[in-house]
């Protein structure tokens, strides 16, 4: 599985877009991108996945660069309660679909 | 619908005790997890199964053993503690979906651990 990169911490106003970066360089073209978070020690959430194509759902945007070596997610008004680390991962469809955390970004949402 | 349910919730293990977390799905999930998090870290894979039947290792099986029960129940089991394995558990689960791709995974509320 292709390993993530992501900055340790970010910042965001209240109301604002929070935009959080990932590379995945060494992608393979089976692989899909997911993005979870977490909440304080509780178990992380699914957010949002995809493969090449931008995604959109009702808690965030994906947008995948057209070489796939890397991603953004949006939130698109962050809410103090959208505070958490958010984990971007690369998948693989073999193997049971397995998830390897990285590090993650600790997203603090500030009024 | 109660998702993945973990149990105890909490756990106190005295050095070379061994217990067994346990973890259960209602979703009818194929693929099961079990993960460790130690504080200010990120999740790391101990052992996964993709299906009923089948278990595999993952980053840190070391001290582990693991059970599929059955497609709803994943056991990890610490034969004789260590104060190293103090973290908190998750167990987690999910579906196969299109294109033979597991969709999204589905976490317990996690078992904490100390082993003093």
């Known amino acids: 599985d292709a390993k993530t990169t992501q900055p340790p911490s970010m910042d965001c106003a209240e109301g604002r877009a929070a935009n959080l970066p990932c590379n995945h360089s060494t992608i393979s073209g089976n692989e899909y991108v997911y993005w979870y978070r977490q909440i304080h020690s509780q178990g992380p959430q699914y957010i949002i996945h995809?493969?090449?194509n931008n995604e959109t759902n009702e808690m965030a945007s994906l947008i995948i660069t057209e070489d796939r070596k890397s991603s953004t997610l949006i939130l698109p008004h962050a809410t103090l309660r959208d505070t958490a680390v958010y984990y971007c991962?690369?998948?693989?469809?073999?193997?049971?679909?397995?998830?390897?955390f990285g590090q993650g970004t600790e997203l603090s949402v500030k009024p | 619908n109660a998702g993945v349910t973990q149990t105890p919730k909490f756990q106190v293990l005295k050095t070379g005790q061994s217990m067994t977390l346990q973890c259960a799905q209602d979703?009818?999930?194929?693929?099961m997890y079990w993960y460790r998090q130690d504080p200010g870290m990120g999740l790391r894979l101990i052992y996964y199964?993709?299906?009923?039947?089948?278990?595999d290792k993952g980053e840190v099986p070391n001290g582990y053993n693991v059970s599929r029960l059955n497609k709803r129940e994943f056991s990890l089991r610490l034969e004789s503690a260590a104060p190293s394995q103090t973290s908190v558990y998750f167990c987690a689960s999910s579906t196969p979906g299109t294109n033979h791709m597991n969709t999204e995974a589905f976490f317990g509320q996690g078992t904490r651990l100390t082993v003093v």
């Open positions: 995809g493969l090449k």
């Open positions: 991962i690369v998948r693989g469809y073999n193997q049971g679909g397995k998830l390897i």
């Open positions: 979703m009818n999930h194929n693929s």
């Open positions: 199964s993709a299906s009923e039947g089948t278990t």
